[in-house]
């Protein structure tokens, strides 16, 4: 996973198949023309390229909604109409990637270059805000949005709240303290698919482009909880599991490659790790659950880099390199590999202060 000459980007993207609809981890190398992916096997890149997307003429559509679990999309359509979903591991790099592969199909306007960095500048989560400890607040039983039954053309939706009763409840719990900031929390709630818009007049809203104007703070727009959320709060025992681990301050995210535990084999997962408590969990990116495939606490943990030169003892496999290792308090041993060495350093740097 090493850096190219020309290469204006590269990094793990989610890709869904064309003749199988399922999803695959791939490394994406973004050229000025084109778009290459490649299979990951055994933790190493292989070394030719298993597609191509040619960029010219090729339109790009982000957000993409089509898939409502997968709210991180890109969608990209060639000129012969073939369309290519891609899937993000976060917000902000959605919006680096879509910025960078607009740039290189309008690599001869800069107008609209320009303005496409004015939009994505112009729209920014509030810092220091959880959005999981927003929807555990929502849906507290005494102070939560209150959630009423509601008839829009001959429709019955149960469990509904409109949007100017979010923006109100959002605002009364100092969550924000405009009904900008309000209107701004509450889009990053519906594009990370904690809630979802239902009857005409919210869900017609979606198809702006401009994410701004995607949420209504309107009193006929009608939202809901979506299915993921009520997934994560089915239950105590789940809703305990949130709290304690998932709700803390996300600090950074990314894909990274690990080891199995048991079979030693390496397998791309979307890690996020968390402050207050500190936490780093691990999901598999190819799946639409949203319960993370493990995790752990990290206080008590030592993090270190591992040497590149040989195959350190414990690691399987024929590694692509940067590797870094981190030892829980009970001794459980997880070998990690970033895609350069300034990723694995930012990971440490990052991890170090919370353990």
Known sequence: MQEAAGVLKEGFLVKRGHIVRNWKVRWFVLLQDKLLYYKIEGGKKEPSPKGRILLDGCTITCPCLEYENRPLLIKLRTKTNTD??????????????ALDITGAIHAGHPVQVQ???RMKNSFKLLENISLHHIVERMC?????IKLTRNLEQGNRYKETFTGSALVDWLISNSFAVSRFEAITLASMLMEENFIKPVGARSTEATRYSDLSEQFLDDSTALYMFAESSKKNISSKEELQFNISELSGTIVKQGFLVKQGHKRKNWKVRRFVLRADPAFLHYYDPTKEESRPVGGFSLRGCLVSALEDNGVPAGVKGNV??????IITKNDIHYYIQASSKAERAQWIEAIKPLT
């Open 320 to 325: 692509q390199g940067n590797l870094f290792k």
């Open 115 to 117: 303005e496409l960095h």
């Open 84 to 97: 290519y979903f891609l899937e993000c591991c976060s917000r902000e790099e959605r919006d680096s990637w």
């Open 140 to 144: 507290d039983s005494s102070t939560g």
